[in-house]
């Protein structure tokens, strides 16, 4: 058996392809809590309070879709480690390893998982102050939800190819991966077709995240569906449209796993479990429909010569 290519440490940011750039942000920014770090024509950059340089890049796209997962690696050595196990797997690297050149400047190598995400391992990314957490914003990602046609390809390429573990199933419908304590930091749900499905922020308390979700009601944005609370991960959740139609999560208190003792569980899809609280009732077509997008083939579409290409 072949080690994982790398220890993950966190998510550090989310690439998010967008119809609608430069309303989604000044909606992540206005209304959602996010601030600027940079803006340009069809792109932008935003932070939340912790010490990430961003933990959103939006990108203006003539279909949305996602552009890009990041997660935190330890050291630069660390990453040229995982290209050589990368290329040894035969997982095609379409960048690095090396100095990015980004905004956020580290030393990364990205690659293209069985269904055409892009995933980047980064070290040494520039870190800014972090911001007081008294207002009800976010921190930052916790977690991306994936949209999948095959769960079990694609919870074995995150487990063994990237070392994930696996929290929770619900049925054989979602699971729950974890690359540090939190509960799960990426999720995968079967689907007709790959896509984002939805990317949570963190309130730093419960008590900020049901002010967030009042400042939106402020701001005529309801939610899809929520709040509530899951059984898998026990976070709260409240799920809104941005304006290009992507689903973003306000969520709180996920569960902390500890490695030695944690028992992964299958849990049954019953409404007392998805909505412990019973406030959020099931969910819509609405957002059923929001959280399916569209089909999205990622770098395949960017990179035809990829197809094909298996591990
Ligand atoms: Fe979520």
């Not at 957490?133 to 949209?147: D, F, I, S, Y």
């Not at 079967?190 to 967030?212: C, K, L």
């Not at 409404?271 to 957002?287: F, H, K, N, Q, R």
Request: aromatic share 8%; charged share 25%.
């Amino acid at each position: 058996m072949k080690e994982p290519i790398a220890k993950l440490r966190r998510l550090r940011s989310v690439e998010l392809r967008t119809t609608a750039c430069a309303d989604s942000a000044d909606f992540y920014t206005d209304v959602w809590g996010l601030r600027a770090v940079e803006r340009g024509d069809g792109e932008a950059w935003l932070r939340g309070t912790g010490d990430e340089h961003h933990v959103l890049q939006l990108t203006a796209a003539e279909q949305n879709g996602l552009g890009r997962i990041t997660f935190a690696v330890a050291t630069p050595a660390e990453v040229d480690e995982a290209a050589r196990r990368l290329d040894a797997r035969n997982v095609p690297i379409i960048a690095g390893p090396g100095p990015t050149g980004e905004i956020s400047a580290g030393y990364g190598v990205s690659f293209v998982d069985p269904e055409g995400r892009i995933i980047q391992l980064l070290a040494d990314a520039l870190a800014v102050p972090m911001l007081r957490r008294e207002e009800a914003v976010p921190v930052g990602v916790t977690h991306v939800v994936l949209n999948t046609v095959d769960i079990d390809a694609s919870v074995e390429f995150y487990t063994d190819v990237l070392g994930m573990r696996v929290s929770d199933w619900s049925e054989h419908q979602m699971a729950f991966l974890r690359c540090n304590s939190d509960h799960h930091s990426i999720a995968f749900n079967q689907a007709e077709w790959a896509s984002v499905n939805h990317v949570a922020y963190e309130m730093p308390t419960i008590d900020q995240f049901m002010r967030g979700i009042g400042r939106l009601r402020h701001h005529r944005v309801l939610p899809l569906w929520g709040p509530g609370r899951h059984g898998p991960g026990d976070n709260t959740f409240s799920y809104f449209a941005d304006p290009g139609g992507l689903v973003c999560e306000y969520t709180s208190g996920v569960a902390q796993v500890d490695e030695d003792r944690w028992l992964c569980r299958v849990w049954r899809r019953v409404p007392e479990l998805s909505d412990t609280w019973g406030t959020a009732g099931p969910p819509s077509v609405d957002v059923r429909t929001h959280m399916a997008g569209v089909p999205d083939r990622g770098a395949f579409d960017r990179h035809p010569d990829l197809l094909g290409v298996t591990r």
